[in-house]
């Protein structure tokens, strides 16, 4: 009786085939490029993620001074101050 | 994953996740070959394999630092060849019949073996070349992913989209159909290695 796996050592057997070489060197040479690209781009999202943040803050700060300025005056105008 | 421990390959996946240029490197040195090998085989192309191997690589690299810390590292770029190898297959409705083809994919000569060596592995080695080219495509990887690369057939499930139960079966019936193509060739070489499985 043949078993199911009387082929497998042929398979395992195939030779190895190489990628070219100078291709696999631009592709990991491109690969580099990008990763390099990216960590840079880490520190830069951080930094962007910050100033957004200080930027809403800002923003609201002033609304925040700006309808205390009306609620002021409204009272003042009313005479309660 | 051949070669490496399961610490090694997290403590590179980690490595990986943080953009680091020398583990991109270990695991380019661990797998380039095999993938290509992988690509190869299932395209029968080697243009299309270098071109397929190539994204495969570019998209490890975009999406290093989103891989989860636990990613086995072998099924996922195997996973992601294969989804590139399909999406070629669609966009080029890839006729499935060209087993002449493979002849250009060999190696142009081998250094260690006799004249002699060379010469009868060539021949038995071109015969299964040719019987695992003419195979359906899911029976190809099927057997590839298996046999050929070593991944656990749970593994080559979980590559090929389908229950470990259904990857059973499939690895079953193209390991049938595989030895019924190479009957019908009679491959001298494989006849001797069933005497000695008989």
Partial sequence: MITDEAHDPALRALPLMTPDHSRAAQVRARCHARLARRRPDCAGAAIRSAAFILGQAVIGGLCLLYFSAVVHDALRLRGIL | MTGMDRESELALVARLREGDATAFDEVYACFNTRLFNFLARLSRRRQVAEDLLEETWLRLVARASRLQPDTR???????????????????????????????????????????????AAGETGRRVEAALGALPVAYREALLLVVVEGLRPAEAAGVCGITPEAMRQRLSRARALLSRTLDENSVPGLAALKEVTT
């Avoid at chain 2, 294969?82 to 087993?99: F, K, Q, T, V």
Wanted: hydrophobic share 40%; no cysteine; proline share 11%.
């Fill in chain 2, 73 to 119: 590292l072998g099924p996922w770029l195997f996973t992601v060849a294969r989804n590139l190898h399909a999406s070629y297959r669609r966009s080029r409705l890839l006729e499935d019949s060209h087993a002449a083809d493979l002849i250009g994919l060999w190696p142009s000569g081998s250094p260690q073996p006799t004249p002699f060596e060379a010469t």
